[in-house]
């Protein structure tokens, strides 16, 4: 019976210790496997923050909201509630849509003009759309750097383009209030997002 019980203690470790599941990338954090909902935002200054939204069908955008603006006003005024959808360990990636447009989805290209990779935005049709899971274009590495100010902070990388990170800075040619991407050795060097959970 001892040596049952051992086994089961055994595989109970192992379970609850390989829920997170390193990236594979170099220098990369553990990332958490989980799916979850918020509004991207990222430091501007001392009273405002910049945050992510759909403005056109075209790419992602940053705009600046007070940071004692209430986040459920926000995301009932703009399309800025997305969800990131983890794909499991085979595929160690999140898919980023609308939460008010579940068929726009983020999804990576790089701008001729400027040279630089930023976030555009797919539709993928369907009552339930989900897009190529094998297209690393639509897949995201989301870093947990801990947590600040209640919540949860994470540096994003593009599974197309390793080493670039979404940053808080646009396309100088194309759109300067863009999302684009910056490249950086580490998940640390990278800009902050918080997720913030209306």
Same mark, same amino acid.
């Given at each position: 019976?001892?040596?049952?019980?051992?086994?089961?203690?055994?595989?109970?470790?192992?379970?609850?210790?390989?829920?997170?599941?390193?990236?594979?990338?170099?220098?990369?954090?553990?990332?958490?496997?989980?799916?979850?909902?918020?509004?991207?935002?990222?430091?501007?200054?001392?009273?405002?923050?910049?945050?992510?939204?759909?403005?056109?069908?075209?790419?992602?955008?940053?705009?600046?909201?007070?940071?004692?603006?209430?986040?459920?006003?926000?995301?009932?005024?703009?399309?800025?509630?997305? *969800?990131?959808?983890?794909? !499991?360990?085979?595929? +160690? @990636?999140?898919?980023?849509? %609308?939460?008010?447009?579940?068929? =726009?989805?983020?999804?990576?290209?790089?701008?001729?003009?400027?040279?630089?990779?930023?976030?555009?935005?797919?539709?993928?049709?369907?009552?339930?759309?989900?897009?190529?899971?094998?297209?690393?274009?639509?897949?995201?590495?989301?870093?947990?750097?801990?947590?600040?100010?209640?919540?949860?902070?994470?540096?994003?990388?593009?599974?197309?383009?390793?080493?670039? *990170?979404?940053?808080?800075? !646009?396309?100088?040619? +194309? @759109?300067?209030?863009?999302? %684009?991407?910056?490249?950086?050795? =580490?998940?640390?060097?990278?800009?902050?997002?918080?997720?913030?959970?209306?």
């Amino acid at each position: 019976m001892i040596p049952r019980i051992l086994l089961l203690v055994t595989i109970t470790a192992c379970i609850s210790g390989c829920g997170k599941k390193n990236n594979g990338l170099p220098n990369a954090l553990a990332t958490n496997p989980e799916s979850f909902n918020g509004i991207f935002l990222t430091e501007k200054d001392a009273t405002n923050y910049n945050y992510l939204t759909i403005t056109t069908a075209i790419m992602l955008y940053r705009q600046t909201v007070t940071k004692d603006y209430p986040l459920s006003d926000l995301k009932n005024e703009k399309d800025c509630y997305f *969800f990131a959808d983890w794909r !499991g360990t085979g595929i +160690n @990636a999140w898919f980023v849509s %609308s939460v008010k447009d579940k068929n =726009t989805f983020w999804r990576v290209y790089k701008s001729a003009a400027d040279n630089k990779w930023a976030v555009g935005l797919q539709d993928v049709p369907g009552a339930s759309p989900v897009p190529d899971l094998y297209d690393l274009s639509y897949q995201f590495i989301f870093h947990k750097l801990g947590k600040e100010n209640g919540m949860d902070v994470v540096a994003i990388e593009s599974k197309f383009a390793p080493g670039h *990170f979404l940053s808080n800075t !646009g396309l100088p040619v +194309n @759109a300067v209030n863009a999302a %684009s991407f910056t490249q950086h050795d =580490t998940p640390q060097q990278a800009t902050k997002f918080y997720i913030g959970k209306p």
